[in-house]
Structure formats: C-alpha cells, structure tokens
C-alpha cells in the first residue's frame, strides 16, 4: 500500500494528505494512528518508535497522544452526547466526577454546551461530527487525525468543521486530515499528494 515513504510532519502542523482512492492515504493515517503496524520501516512520534510498542503501550498512546475523527462520526447511538465523549476517558482510568467535567468542556469547545444529554439520532449531521471531535480532544491529545471529516455532511456544516479544526490548529493542536476535497485541502498549511503508496510535497501553485 506505501512504497519507500519518507516523511516527517512537525509538532502543530495542519497537514492535508490528498490522493486517489487506493493511494495509500488511509493507509498512512494508520500507520502513524497506531491502528495498523509497518511491514518494514519504522514510524517515530516524539522519537519514539510507535511500531515497536507492545500491545499495552500502544492502546496507551492511541487513548492519550491521538485523537481520532472519522467521516461516519461511529459514535454510540445509545448513548448520549456527554456519554460518547466520556468514552475515551473511561479507558484512561479518569474518575467518574473528573469524567463529567472533562467531556462537558470538551463539548463547550466546539460549541455544544447545550446538546450534552441529545443522542446523536437527535443532532444533525455537522453537530454529530462535533461530538465526534470533541471525543477526540477530551484526553488533550497531541495529534488530531482526521478522515474525510467532512465526507458526509452538506457544504455549509462541512465549512464549519473545516474553521473548528482551523481554529483547534491556531490553539497547538497538530492535525493531519485526509481528504478528497481540494477547496478543503487548501485551508491546511501544507499538502501533500499521494500516488501509487509514494508521497509527495504539493505546492500552491500545482493545485
């Protein structure tokens, strides 16, 4: 799926991966997410090398240093928006009452303070992506992945995703998102194309 990759992302980029289905960009996320492990190679997040983590250190570096936002959101239909965003915390071993205040400011931070007991059938679809970010920064993650975030909501509420992770960006968070959209591509701080699993730097003037 990735041939020979050589790439290093810093500390509080907003990177945009843009490719071809079956190019690899899934694959990378991954790879640097901690969900898949390399083949050959290694893959190295604050000089660490997260593919030689036992099974153990490595669920704890996928609760603590990352934070995942996926386009189909895959929260829990059951469950409310508090109690979605209270999951991750669950499995750091976060007290009860230290839970609650945890994920309640993570919601106010993307703006739904007043959307804490609504289940996700009773948001809409931009609101539930929110729920879906707020999940992923309830640990203080370092690392914000984001796949196709904005794939299955309409212009105006993918617009909106886009400006939080903007703004979450401007507050330190590195974020590196995978997209087929290129108006969205843009609002990130450098990009790079991958073709045939091999990686390159796109400049703005190539777009």
């Known amino acids: 799926a990735l041939n020979n990759v ?3 992302i810093e500390d509080g980029e907003f990177v945009a991966i843009v490719g071809p289905s079956g190019s690899g960009k899934s694959t990378l996320m991954h790879l640097v997410g901690g969900l898949d492990t390399p ?3 290694s893959v190295f997040v604050d ?4 593919s030689k983590l036992k099974d153990k250190e490595m669920s704890r570096y996928r609760n ?4 995942f936002v996926f386009q189909a959101f895959n929260l829990e239909n059951t469950q409310t928006a508090l109690e979605n965003v209270m999951m991750p915390l669950i499995f750091a071993g976060v007290s009860g009452r230290a839970r609650i205040e945890k994920a309640k400011k993570a919601l106010e ?3 739904l303070g007043d959307k ?5 059938n009773e948001m809409s679809g931009g609101q539930r992506q929110r729920v879906s970010i707020a999940r992923a920064l309830v640990n203080e993650p370092q690392i914000i992945f984001a796949d196709e975030p904005t794939g299955n909501l309409d212009s105006k509420n993918g617009a909106l995703i886009m400006k939080l992770l903007e703004d979450l960006n401007e507050k330190g968070y590195t974020i590196i998102m995978v997209t087929h959209n290129m108006e969205e591509a843009k609002k990130a701080k450098r990009l790079i194309r991958i073709k045939d699993g091999q990686v390159e730097e796109v400049n703005e003037d190539e777009i």
């Open 6 to 8: 050589d790439l290093k």
């Open 47 to 50: 000089g660490k090398d997260i």
């Open 64 to 67: 603590r240093t990352i934070g």
């Open 39 to 41: 083949t050959t190679g």
């Open 116 to 120: 804490m007991k609504h289940k996700p």
């Open 109 to 111: 931070m993307v703006g």
